[in-house]
């Protein structure tokens, strides 16, 4: 099964880069992010055209995550997080597919950082921190898949010195990033390539970050002890960063047995 995180960045814009991606690698399942279009708004039809069955979330103008699987529709088992009934964005989704439990997530980005946005950002990992101990307390193979919006160590950014300032790299992003992973996650990607370097997921549209290479990791597949021991292979699709009108992320994916 390869299971694939992508965060699209509006998929009514790059739509096509969706639909020519999914029809050159053809994952089981890909998990999308940052759909930016309302339920209603969807391209449901071109999706199903392409022969993907889906559940979504979506959220006019802003975030959004969705669930597709090939051939078939996804069971879905829950929509947003539970911990703060006021939360109205729309960030996580989670569905089954052959036995596999599979999430779609797009945690905050939060910057800049000292502001309610960065608060809100730590707040929700501690969220999804508590659901993750749920659903590894199951036994059962889950994936987590998504833009954690989160680079782990040093090594996963181009300059760290230069990104210094960002909320994606600050300790407190890093500490609750390492929270999760020790509740017994394995980083698929950084599992299957544990020296590689510039193993980059995001390339920013400014200042020639993807002609310069200079991007960082911040898709990440975490997988849980059941699925860990099914673990085939993990890499990134980098040749869809390079596509016209391409989103600012490229596709990450993981295979299991």
Partial sequence: MKIATFNINGIRARLPRLLEWLEREKPDVACLQELKCADEALPVGDIEAAGYGAVWHGQKGFNGVAILTRGRSPDLRRVGLQGDPDDSHSRYIEAEVDGVVIASIYLPNGNPVGTEKF????????????????????????????DYNVVPEDRDVWSATRMGHDALLQPETRAAWRRLLFQGWTDALRAVHPREEKLWTFWDYTAGCWQ?????????????PAAADRLQGAAVDKWVRGEEKASDHAPTWVALS
């Fill in 119 to 146: 608060s809100y950002k730590l707040a929700w990992m501690e969220r999804l921190r508590e659901h993750a101990a749920e659903l590894l307390a199951s036994e059962r193979p889950v994936v987590l898949a998504g």
């Fill in 212 to 224: 310069r290479d200079a991007g960082f990791r911040i898709d990440h597949l975490l997988l849980s």
